[in-house]
């Protein structure tokens, strides 16, 4: 007999085993016809038991899958596949085995050795996807022409038994069809790709060291010349092109980095005044030819960029043009942290969370910016701190959470806010209250107490807040002028969802606390289309006189 009819006749012999282990498992296994896939058996199980709670209409489909069986001689240590049937194999979402038995070739009948069933699933699929892309990559046009091999260890060691072939089909396809072929189509689209799945190959425009450093860790954009797109699969990288994606268009190119640790930083000044701020620390991206290391902390106002040469530049973003909102407390560390630099520095501290190591380092910012140091800008810093001074106090005597303020609306509220600062320090603000009256009807006092009533806005919040004022009256003919003197906050409250009621509310029990009915008041309107849309109108003042 010859090699070829030999080898047909142990293939004819392997399969008419496995049949028969299917006939005494109750499976159905039926040849496809005809056979040009590689699959020698559909195999398919009967339905299951109706569970408990599904009917006829609802309960789980059975289970099937293909298989191709492999009878080789028993010193067989692997096993080939054409890379064509591989393919097909590996493709098909259905459960996919290769059920290989091995038998004594040296005996008449061929006696079983033992059994192997290999799933096409995980590893052994990952080396299937991994030997196509190899063969994409050399060119390869005749798939039917090669071979993969794998190893018998690759599959699982199985009696020769029916029951042990079926539990190795069941074990493998739980826990329902359904689910087995949405991980089947999840392999074929993951295997092999990792945490650098793309690459990106661009060419920079020229540009200095700092600038490149500012484009390494996404604080800005920069022009290319070459933009080309390649992934990476088990490790080979090939052209990508998504569609529609036209690269030819790309002139500009943004890197965003990764995050690689938390921080804080203290800013402590010269005069011992500190500022508190968290960040981010970012590195460049992997791969970049850096001329030199630097790395970015970015916090949510500042970004701090540090150069190998003990270098630190401040890039602030506070300005009037910043729209997002923050917290009242970060925007106070911002500006107080800029007000440091612009008197001179002192020494920083950032702390990563994880990494092991502080840097701190003494900023000497005399002359650095002293040419670019602007009286006004010390001012108007000055003033801002004022003001989130004041909001942050009102916040903490309304017993009112921390949240979001944009700059436009601290802005907005700078001028009541700077009164309170004053409040605050024992000054007396600009614009103090006066009225005058034009009436002979008005009694002779030296002195008399009124609460001021107000509103500002923080964000989405109404914060209403009670001032009292001690005034002295100066008659002058026919007119009587109250000015006042002496101004305490008495009492903030963070206002509901009903602003005019609890406004009306809040005003009428400290009046009732402090037994002092002369107030003045401005008319508010509340609105929330707009943030700047709290408006006020003439002060008006009431009393019991």
């Known amino acids: 007999m010859s090699d070829g009819n030999k080898s047909n006749q142990i293939g004819a012999i392997g399969e008419g085993r496995f049949k028969e282990l299917c006939d005494l498992a109750q499976l159905s296994a039926s040849k496809p016809h005809p056979d040009m896939t590689g699959i020698d058996y559909l195999v398919e199980f009967p339905f299951q038991e109706l569970p408990p709670g599904y009917s006829y209409d609802t309960r789980p489909g059975s289970l099937s899958c293909h298989v191709q069986v492999k009878t080789v001689s028993a010193g067989t240590q692997r096993i080939k596949l054409k890379l064509s049937v591989a393919e097909r194999l590996a493709r098909e979402t259905k459960p996919t085995f290769i059920y290989i038995l091995r038998v004594d070739c040296g005996k008449s009948h061929y006696p079983n050795v033992d059994a192997h069933l290999i799933h096409l699933h995980g590893q052994v699929l990952a080396r299937v996807l991994e030997r196509l892309r190899q063969e994409y990559v050399k060119d390869t046009k005749a798939l039917n022409k090669l071979y993969i091999y794998f190893p018998i260890e690759m599959g699982t060691l199985l009696q020769i038994d029916a029951s042990c072939l079926r539990h190795a089909f069941e074990s493998a396809i739980q826990p329902d069809m359904y689910s087995y072929i949405e991980e089947k189509k999840r392999q074929l689209s993951e295997l092999g790709y990792g945490s650098d799945r793309y690459e990106l190959d661009v060419t920079f425009q020229p540009m200095t060291a700092e600038t490149f450093a500012e484009v390494a860790l996404g604080l800005k954009e920069t022009n290319v010349t070459n933009f080309a797109i390649s992934e990476r699969r088990f490790n080979i990288a090939l052209p990508k092109t998504f569609e529609p994606f036209d690269e030819s268009a790309i002139r500009k190119i943004r890197i965003q980095p990764g995050i690689v640790d938390r921080c804080s930083v203290c800013f402590t000044g010269k005069d011992g005044k500190k500022a508190m701020l968290q960040g981010d620390i970012y590195l460049p991206l992997p791969g970049l030819k850096l001329p030199h290391r630097f790395a970015r902390v970015a916090t949510p106002l500042i970004d701090i960029l540090l150069f190998a040469d003990n270098r630190i530049r401040f890039i602030p973003n506070i300005g009037t043009e910043n729209s997002q909102s923050f917290p009242i407390n970060v925007w ?11 008197n001179g520095g002192g020494q920083i501290m950032i702390s990563p969370d994880r990494i092991r190591s502080i840097i701190t380092t003494a900023i000497d910012t005399t002359t650095t910016i002293a040419k670019d140091k ?22 903490a005597k309304a017993y009112a959470d921390d949240h979001n303020v944009s700059y436009r609306s601290l802005a907005f509220n700078i001028v009541k806010l700077d009164a309170i600062s004053a409040i605050m320090r024992d000054e007396v603000p600009l614009g103090m209250i006066k009225f005058t009256i034009e009436s002979d009807y008005v009694n002779k006092l030296d002195s008399l107490d009124f609460i001021y009533f107000d509103c500002v806005r923080f964000g989405e919040f109404f914060y209403a807040y009670a001032i009292k004022t001690t005034t002295t009256q100066v008659r002058d003919g026919n007119s009587t002028t109250w000015s006042s003197e002496k101004l305490n906050l008495l009492d903030v409250k963070r206002l509901g969802a009903n602003f005019a009621a609890e406004f009306e509310g809040f005003k009428q029990k400290l009046c009732h606390i402090s037994g002092i009915h002369q107030i003045y008041c401005r008319e508010v309107i509340f609105d929330t289309e707009a943030e700047e849309d709290l408006l006020t109108g003439d002060l008006s003042a009431t009393t019991k006189l």
């Open 332 to 342: 106070h560390e911002a500006f107080t942290f800029t007000q440091i630099m612009l």
């Open 374 to 395: 602007n009286d006004d800008d010390v001012i108007i810093i000055s003033a801002i701190i004022n003001v989130t001074n004041a909001a942050k106090y009102m916040q």
